[in-house]
């Protein structure tokens, strides 16, 4: 298994509540569906937790946790198109649900 880093991210209101209605209808929890779908985007392998969500916050912070490699595919995949990270791992999520996303704060948790 391959070591997860985690991001503390803060979600557009309606990309969140996305994510969290996805998690909702197939028992999952917010993580999951997101990271789920990036690894899908970047092709890389993902093993969801299997954790139901554990309550539903309104906290503007979300900690998100992925698969180093995966990170790195997205950090490799952004450098090509001189973004961040940060927004084009926004610019799927918006688009696979799709909602309108607007600016985001994201910090290396260590």
Same mark, same amino acid.
């Given at each position: 298994?391959?070591?997860?880093?985690?991001?503390?991210?803060?979600?557009?209101?309606? $990309?969140?509540?996305? $994510?969290?209605?996805?998690?909702?209808?197939?028992?999952?929890?917010?993580?999951?569906?997101?990271?789920?779908?990036?690894?899908?985007?970047?092709?890389?392998?993902?093993?969801?937790?299997?954790?139901?969500?554990?309550?539903?916050?309104?906290?503007?912070?979300?900690? $998100?946790?992925?698969?180093?490699?995966?990170?790195?595919?997205?950090?490799? +995949? +952004?450098?090509?198109?001189?973004?961040?990270?940060?927004?084009?791992? $926004?610019?799927?999520?918006?688009?696979?649900?799709?909602?309108?996303?607007?600016?985001?704060?994201?910090?290396?948790?260590?």
């Amino acid at each position: 298994m391959s070591k997860r880093v985690q991001k503390v991210v803060e979600f557009p209101p309606a $990309l969140k509540q996305a $994510l969290i209605d996805a998690a909702e209808a197939d028992g999952s929890n917010m993580n999951d569906v997101a990271v789920a779908i990036l690894a899908d985007e970047f092709g890389h392998s993902f093993a969801p937790t299997g954790k139901a969500t554990p309550g539903i916050t309104d906290a503007e912070r979300t900690s $998100l946790s992925m698969p180093k490699p995966l990170r790195r595919k997205i950090h490799v +995949a +952004a450098a090509r198109r001189d973004i961040p990270a940060l927004d084009l791992m $926004l610019e799927v999520l918006c688009r696979y649900f799709p909602v309108r996303c607007a600016a985001v704060h994201v910090r290396d948790e260590r």
